[in-house]
């Protein structure tokens, strides 16, 4: 398992403090997961829209083309973070339908993430439409746990990234499939040979 982290937090928009334990906390999460790589592009945090659309994609391309993940987990489209958005074009733009299989890709997933997917405004062409299910039953207490690291992204309950809205809507995730816990994504793009 290999993780693609496009940006990271930079002063002057945030103190060195910030910057500091921001970093320490993907450090964290890096190791609770145990990735067999990381790559981590450094691009300014909520300032992706701010890099030429090309320099990205051609960094994501040395990823893909050195990882070749037979699928690939990436944001909505449509999620509200702009950084979000830029992901999603360059991923998009690397992985078009004719350079997937040179590249080993037979699928494209879209995840939901809390606070930015549904956070976007409704577009009945756009919206996040799970057509793929995971259980991860066995794994919510885990996940809860690791978002626990990243303490400044997480959020206290009632809030969209506190634990006990990511249990419930992986909860309502599981109901829709029949299993306690599930993770939903939407099928972007597939091959199969």
Known sequence: ?????????????????????????????????????SFMLGFPSTRLDTVPLGDVIARIRQVVAAVRPATVYLVHSEDVHSDHQCVHRAVMSVLKPFYMTGFGVGRIL???????TEAAAPDQDATFVPTVFVDITPHIDRKI????????????????????????????????????????????REFQT
């Open 145 to 188: 746990e690791i978002m626990g690291l990243y303490q400044t992204e997480a959020q206290p309950d009632l809030l969209p990234r506190g634990a006990s809205a990511i249990r419930a809507l992986a909860r309502y995730r599981g109901a829709t499939v029949g299993v306690e816990y599930a993770e939903a994504f939407a099928l972007l």
């Open 110 to 116: 879209a995840y939901e993430t809390l606070s930015s």
């Open 1 to 37: 398992m290999f993780w693609l982290v496009v940006t990271q937090t930079t002063t002057p928009g945030w103190s060195p403090d910030v910057v500091a334990e921001k970093a320490a906390e993907v450090a964290q999460v890096e190791a609770a997961y145990g990735f067999e790589q």
